[in-house]
């Protein structure tokens, strides 16, 4: 069950994410592997969303969800290509109808980081900030 409109993102039958989220609910699911809440971390497992496989990422602030980046694992880049993910996440964003960035529950960006040389779907949520 995934609901862009009302921030719902189903990584698993276990892992749904939505705003509010608490890393204490995480901490009950399977993925949990010691993982430290102050901390961006990226899980092991890779998800299957809406016919593509990212790789999954969590940020938590005071230990409930501020940003689930998901990076798109359907298609190899080199790390001299690391632009040319940020424009195939463009092109799913388009394909799941997201024409907008900002929600009531908060926004959903693609996006590349030169420092880190990382392209990702970034979904923050707000109420967190």
Aim: glycine content about 4%; charged content about 30%.
């Amino acid at each position: 069950m995934n609901d862009f409109d009302k921030g719902i993102f189903s990584l698993a039958e276990d892992l749904v994410i939505t705003s509010g989220y608490s890393f204490e609910q995480f901490r009950d699911t399977k993925y949990y592997g010691n993982q430290n809440p102050e901390r961006v971390f990226w899980l092991k497992d890779e998800f299957e969303f809406h016919d593509h496989v990212f790789a999954a990422s969590l940020f938590f602030r005071n230990e409930i969800i501020y940003m689930l980046s998901l990076l798109c694992c359907d298609k190899t880049f080199s790390m001299e290509e690391e632009e040319k993910r940020k424009d195939y996440h463009d092109e799913i964003l388009r394909l799941w109808a997201i024409t907008q960035s900002e929600y009531p529950w908060g926004n959903v960006d693609s996006a590349y980081d030169p420092k880190s040389n990382i392209s990702s779907i970034d979904i923050i949520f707000k109420g967190n900030e």
